[in-house]
């Protein structure tokens, strides 16, 4: 993936929320202001922009397809973001070519966790999804299974 960093004085108002490509189009997967919830990260007077590509490495030539994207959702001040940073970052995540749907337990979401042995729970993104929502969950869902067991 390729993360790109901007600074602007006139950012898109979307507050502290991470904004999710929901059309699957151009290059953005999603795009937040860092800054809005810690203003340090950004220059003085300015906020700073982030948007997420994945499943490229064009690296900085991607300023000109995320503009373009982001003016279509936000307008003509996108022209005026400066790019700061473009970071590729080779496996990012791991690549899953099956993502468990159900967890037979619960006949519900997948859990996330494996039980390997009696009184051992194995939990992690890798048996969820590969990210930081998949941990995160797989290690509720791990808690919770050992508290039920007490």
């Known amino acids: 993936m390729t993360c790109l960093y901007f600074a602007t004085d006139d950012p898109p108002d979307i507050g ?7 059309d699957g189009r151009g290059p953005i997967n999603n795009l937040c202001l860092p800054s809005n919830v810690c203003p340090s990260h950004a220059p003085p007077g300015q906020t ?26 936000f307008g003509a001040s996108v022209d005026r973001w400066e790019q700061i940073r473009a970071y590729e970052i080779p496996h990012a995540l791991p690549i899953q070519t099956r993502i468990p749907l159900c967890d037979g337990e619960k006949g519900g979401l997948y ?7 009696s009184g051992l729970i194995v939990c992690g993104d890798h048996v969820s999804s590969g990210s930081l929502q998949g941990a995160m969950l797989s290690g509720r869902a791990a808690a919770e299974r050992i508290l039920a067991s007490e």
């Not at 997420?52 to 279509?72: I, K, M, N, W, Y």
């Not at 859990?111 to 042995?117: H, K, W």
């Open 111 to 117: 859990s996330g966790t494996q039980q390997v042995e």
């Open 16 to 22: 502290s929320l991470l904004m999710l490509n929901g």
């Open 48 to 73: 700073l922009v982030s948007v997420t590509v994945l499943d490229s490495d064009e690296g900085s030539s991607l300023d000109a397809p995320v503009r373009a994207q982001a003016r279509g959702w």
